[in-house]
């Protein structure tokens, strides 16, 4: 919470100064080219004759930073201008920066500026990642009214980021912001809807909010709306309104819309492929995965991120996006019973960037690898790492992905047995690390490990490490680095064959 700062006056003859400085007025013409250039369609402050942008066009930076700038500087600088200048940073890879500059929006009371700043809170981006300041900031936005902060705000509470699941807070925040006509709000409760969480199953009015979301051009909307109609859910069957849906939310960069494409043109020419319905029962169940798991944040520069953690600057730079490997999330698949009891099993689970994620557990013992089939995931490098000690992938997985939306990197809590730190009855307590693995193209592997228990901030080391390290990872040749303070987790692990 901001304090009140004391104000001393002191008083100045007036005899004594020949001059007196007088702070510079904003430029019309700067204010004109900071706004333009830099302002986001959802900040209530921007002027009504500006529609903003998500992004800011890479040829566009250097001016919306000259423009913000030397706006901001001066000392009747409207609070749009302290956060438009933050966006211009974030997309200049300036995060440190824009906290400052969307610090000086907040205090001058900017609830989009607040969402941005809890955003880079959330991410660890430009400042130490603290999930309880961006919960208060997005509470802060969502308070005064910002749909922006009401979105992240479900989004936490429905993907249990930093505060335990709660589906009914999730479905209350959700709604407060689609009554403030926000698209994704109308998108992520229709998901609720649909699948009952929170709530009851009716798929009628999760149908009615994909429609209000499809109308204001929200792709996962147009993407669902598609899918009803091939599946004829809520209504009767139209491929051809399918095909249409299919067509607009591909057309805004949808990946669940292209694979639905080309899966009904590809049963128009072989008149083979599954049905309608259970082809369109099958696509829901990975959004389904991914609803339930993921969480996006808005940052106020970027078009939003996952499920809804809404962003206002860069955030399609370097984004995260979350999903679930919790076993009643996946399809379980090649169990192994020995006298009826379940030794081993495998699952698949959705992931992002149409990836799967392939869990193999055998005596209590997990590997996780990725892939886009079973089979190719069965030979990365990822799929061949075994250790001694009992141990298990965390529930929840992050995904980090680029300007385009494709993930390079993947970064897994990962637990095991400790067998040298004991409780009091004898049992092992449980050490707890962070995962990077790297993507394709290229094979997947781990790159780097992180003692969550000795590194307060593992979580920001890790992204840092994801998007600086993964991509030019050798698996062949490189070693997986242990980055941080070394703990117990790392002291005690059997490094990997």
Excluded at 43 to 54: E, F, L, Q, R
Excluded at 356 to 365: A, G, S, T, Y
Excluded at 370 to 376: H, L, S, Y
Excluded at 382 to 407: C, L, M, Q, V
Aim: with cysteine.
């Amino acid at each position: 919470m901001n304090k009140m700062r004391a104000i001393s006056i002191v008083a100045i003859s007036i005899a004594a100064s020949a001059c007196i400085f007088v702070p510079a007025s904003a430029a019309p013409s700067d204010i004109e080219t900071c706004d333009r250039l830099a302002a986001h369609p959802d900040d209530p402050d921007k002027p009504a004759n500006i529609k903003g942008s998500y992004d800011i066009a890479e040829p566009d930076i250097p001016a919306a930073m000259k423009a913000c700038k030397t706006a901001a500087e001066a000392h009747d600088a409207p609070r749009r201008i302290w956060f438009e200048l933050g966006r211009a940073y974030e997309f200049n890879r300036q995060p440190a920066e824009a906290v400052s500059a969307y610090r000086k929006a907040v205090e001058a009371g900017s609830t989009t500026a607040m969402v941005g700043l809890g955003a880079l809170y959330a991410n660890g981006n430009g400042v130490k990642a603290d999930l309880g300041e961006a919960r208060r900031l997005f509470e802060r936005a969502g308070a005064a009214g910002d749909p922006l902060g009401m979105t992240n705000l479900g989004s936490m509470y429905g993907a249990g980021i930093g505060v335990p699941v709660d589906f009914a807070k999730a479905r209350v925040w959700f709604a407060k912001a689609v009554a403030a006509n926000s698209a994704d709000a109308m998108f992520q409760l229709g998901l609720m809807t649909q699948d009952g969480d929170g709530g009851p199953k009716d798929d009628v009015a999760a149908k009615a909010l994909f429609e209000k979301a499809a109308a204001l051009g929200h792709s996962g909307a147009l993407e669902r709306m598609g899918a009803y109609a091939e599946a004829g859910r809520a209504g009767p069957k139209d491929p051809k309104a399918a095909i249409a849906f299919y067509k607009k939310a591909a057309a805004l960069g949808d990946e669940d819309a292209m694979a639905a494409l080309k899966r009904v043109h590809s049963r128009s020419r072989t008149r083979t492929a599954t049905p309608p319905a259970a082809s369109a029962s099958m696509a829901r169940t990975d959004q389904q995965m991914l609803c339930r798991a993921e969480a996006r944040i808005a940052i106020a520069g970027a078009a939003l991120i996952s499920v809804s953690f809404v962003c206002t600057g860069a955030g399609r730079t370097f984004e995260s996006s979350y999903t679930s490997i919790a076993e009643a999330q996946c399809r379980k698949f090649d169990v192994v019973k020995i006298d009826d009891a379940e030794y081993g099993a495998s699952r698949v689970c959705a992931g992002r960037g149409g990836y799967k994620v392939f869990i193999n557990e055998q005596d209590l013992r997990e590997t996780l690898t990725v892939g886009r089939t079973i089979k190719q995931a069965g030979k990365e490098p990822a799929a061949h790492d075994h250790y001694g000690a009992f141990n298990h992938y965390e529930d929840k997985i992050e995904w980090r992905s680029g300007k385009d939306g494709t993930p390079y990197a993947l970064i897994a809590g990962w637990s095991f047995a400790d067998n040298e730190n004991v409780d009091p009855a004898g049992r092992p307590n449980s050490a707890r690390l962070l995962v990077v693995f790297r993507l394709p193209p290229g094979p997947v592997c781990k790159v780097a490990y992180f003692d969550r228990a000795a590194n307060s901030d593992a979580d920001a080391l890790a992204r840092t490490a994801a998007d600086e390290i993964a991509r030019d990872f050798k698996c062949a040749t490189d070693k997986v680095r242990v980055i941080g303070t070394r703990g117990p987790a790392i002291s005690h692990m059997a490094p990997p064959p």
